[in-house]
């Protein structure tokens, strides 16, 4: 299997483009935007022969790969977000996460779809050196989903036990976005309304 995937932002934000092979439990993901000094430079790709389970960074120009490790990634983000307790302070509250929608969708590239809506928001509280700022955020997805991809090599994007930062809110909010959708998306569309606590 081979497809493309292009993600826009209409306001700010940088649009990302990549294309992929599949094939059983084998992956490869290339990187097609960026600059060359981001992480994930155009060119770079990640790697899979054991459907998602082991992933590489591979960079073909420094020739060097390294394992992909998001359990590891997100673990030292909580692990800074701890340090900074008592300078930086940040709380997520009154999670929500709701159903509107699910019907048949429209078929894409040849699959079947299912068009499922959610509706989730979370308040975040900051305080930075005594001074505190919180936001709302309110966000609905449009998704047409797929059951018809079936390949282990999709994993790369659909492994939901990796987001654990140990920060509790951070964590619900992150099984919260990432148990939403069962399937591989073929579209999605997120509006995202945020405002500050002072209106």
Not at 22 to 33: A, C, N, Q
Not at 105 to 116: C, P, W
């Amino acid at each position: 299997m081979y497809y493309e995937a292009a993600t826009t932002v209409d306001q700010g934000g940088n649009d990302q483009k990549v294309r992929a092979w599949v094939d059983g439990p084998k992956s490869r993901v290339e990187f097609l935007t960026g600059k060359k000094k981001d992480l994930l430079a155009p060119g770079t790709h990640l790697l899979t022969t054991d459907g998602g389970e082991t992933v590489y960074l591979v960079d073909p120009d420094e020739k060097t790969y390294s394992v992909w490790d998001l359990e590891a990634l997100f673990a030292t983000f909580g692990a800074v977000m701890e340090s900074m307790e008592g300078v930086v302070d940040i709380d997520f509250t009154d999670l929500s996460s709701e159903k509107l929608l699910q019907e048949p969708g429209e078929t894409m590239l040849g699959y079947d779809t299912q068009h499922v809506r959610w509706k989730s928001g979370y308040t975040m509280e900051m305080k930075i050196l005594g001074m505190k700022r919180g936001q709302t955020v309110e966000m609905v997805q449009d998704s047409w989903v797929t059951s018809g991809l079936t390949d282990p090599g999709f994993a790369v994007w659909l492994r939901k036990d990796r987001f654990k930062t140990g920060n509790e809110g951070f964590d619900q909010l992150m099984a919260q976005e990432m148990g939403k959708v069962e399937g591989f998306p073929l579209k999605s569309v997120v509006q995202t309304t945020m405002r500050n606590k002072k209106g």
